[in-house]
């Protein structure tokens, strides 16, 4: 934490990024990305602050990110007092991120895109494992929260998609993107069927699997 008596800067709850890039003074608070552990990208970014104004925030080394080019269209999130997540206007210029701490005198959360929180994680595999063509395995680690959800014929040789997301840090987007994919999936009640014409194979065909791997890390504050 890196405090002021106008505010302070706190590292998110879970999978935080982003750490002070100078003693807050007051007027801003400045924060820099921290590029990921395992691939080195820098672009996602999650962390708390407190401020007693409206202040800007500036994410200062957002030129060096992954993607700068992406800051221009940008939406920053938002989030206090347990409520939604909420859209901030955000503005780029000179390689800086900035846009305004939304709530005075309290506590807010701050992400490039809402994380995907694990109570939901778990309601979507709880909702896998109890139709009648699915079935989900868990496994918790210091690396995170490693979930595997089967959806159709479990077995090797049918055929299967695989979608891979949230394998690090700031991947949550392709969680989000998996959630409502899956959700559509067991809407329906049954897993659309191949075609012979696209198939040489019909029985393979009707064997359509889909599985999901999803993997949401910890990273300690």
């Not at 691939?39 to 409206?54: C, M």
């Not at 992406?70 to 859209?87: K, L, N, T």
């Not at 929180?117 to 595999?125: D, Q, V």
């Amino acid at each position: 934490m890196i405090e002021h008596d106008a505010g302070y800067f706190l590292a998110a709850r879970r999978c935080p990024n982003g750490h002070p890039a100078a003693s807050f003074d007051g007027r801003s608070l400045d924060v820099a990305l921290e590029p990921d552990p395992v691939t080195g990208s820098a672009q996602w970014f999650h962390f708390r602050a407190f401020a007693r104004e409206a202040v800007p925030i500036r994410i200062v080394n957002a030129v060096a990110s992954s993607y700068p080019r992406g800051w221009s269209e940008s939406i920053v999130w938002a989030r206090h007092g347990g409520r939604r997540w909420v859209p901030v206007a955000a503005s780029y210029a000179d390689g800086v991120l900035s846009f305004s701490h939304v709530a005075p005198r309290t506590t807010v959360s701050y992400a490039l895109f809402p994380p995907f929180p694990f109570s939901r994680l778990a309601r979507l595999a709880a909702n896998v494992a109890a139709s009648s063509f699915g079935s989900s395995t868990a496994a918790v680690s210091e690396a995170g929260v490693a979930c595997r959800l089967i959806l159709g014929d479990p077995d090797p040789a049918a055929r299967q998609i695989w979608i891979v997301c949230g394998q690090h840090g700031n991947e949550h987007p392709a969680i989000w993107f998996a959630d409502g994919f899956v959700a559509a999936l067991l809407e329906r009640g049954r897993l659309p069927t191949g075609s012979s014409r696209r198939c040489s194979n019909a029985a393979a065909c009707r064997r359509e699997s889909v599985s999901m791997s999803s993997r949401s890390p910890i990273r300690r504050a």
